[in-house]
């Protein structure tokens, strides 16, 4: 990859569809992660305004250490970045106190992680709003069109995706090129939805280079049935993600009525 060259392309797209739109810049929500990382250097290098969130929601110290030491380091770079902190575990405690109990409270551990997310969503659109600013989406091409690893309505739900065409390693990439906290490129990958440190490997069961690896496997059109070992298993975890979470990256369907009905 022409990392240099990328990185312009990225940066310019981004400043002109911010120009076109008539919008004062971005907001992004920082996390402590690679993509966030990334995603909001890009977005401060097109010189426009940049509102970094912060927004723990009973969260592993390290991950908001490292957003808070990443955002510290763009202000030190950058003139047009500024921290926005959102303390969203109070908002996220009387949500749960107000809804229904459950028999199992382990029945919801997934709905109350994806809550997160979209409660964080919605913190982005509160600032977006408020300044005329466009919500930047931090996902890469692995998770958003290959195993479909994010919130819908979460950290799905944003006005544009700068770096969706990008495999985890060219994020990477770039990630070395523009200078982040090299605590960030060591840290393994996590959607910080659970309060604690476990990764996305963890959850998918595979790590970022394998599914890039399936992926492109499947774009060739290959099955499981080419492959042995670990490379089966992997692409049978690609493919599981994949044909599940099809409901995030297809439209919504829309029930069109046939034209006899409205006469």
Not at 17 to 34: K, L
Request: charge should be negative; proline fraction near 3%; include cysteine.
């Amino acid at each position: 990859m022409q990392t240099q060259k990328v990185t312009h392309h990225i940066v310019k797209w981004l400043k002109d569809y911010a120009t076109q739109s008539n919008m004062n810049g971005f907001v992004i929500g920082v996390s402590g992660g690679i993509d966030s990382a990334v995603t909001s250097t890009l977005c401060t290098e097109t010189g426009l305004r940049v509102m970094c969130l912060e927004m723990p929601i009973h969260q592993a110290e390290n991950q908001v250490n490292r957003a808070v030491r990443h955002i510290e380091w763009l202000q030190k770079n950058y003139e047009n970045i500024e921290l926005q902190q959102v303390n969203l575990t109070p908002v996220f405690d009387s949500l749960v106190d107000s809804l229904p109990s459950v028999e199992k409270e382990e029945d919801r551990f997934m709905s109350l992680a994806n809550t997160r997310a979209r409660l964080r969503m919605t913190s982005l659109y509160y600032f977006a709003a408020l300044e005329k600013l466009l919500v930047a989406g931090t996902g890469n091409k692995v998770e958003d069109f290959g195993v479909g690893f994010y919130t819908k309505y979460g950290d799905g739900g944003v006005d544009l995706s700068p770096i969706a065409d990008l495999l985890k390693t060219e994020v990477y990439e770039i990630a070395e090129h523009l200078g982040i906290n090299q605590e960030i490129l060591d840290a393994q990958p996590t959607d910080g939805l659970w309060g604690d440190d476990r990764t996305d490997e963890d959850q998918i069961g595979a790590s970022y280079p394998e599914l890039e690896w399936a992926m492109h496997m499947d774009e060739l059109g290959k099955t499981a049935d080419n492959f042995s070992g670990r490379k089966a298993e992997v692409f049978n975890i690609y493919k599981s993600f994949n044909k599940a979470n099809q409901h995030k990256m297809k439209p919504i369907p829309v029930c069109e009525i046939p034209l006899n009905l409205k006469k």
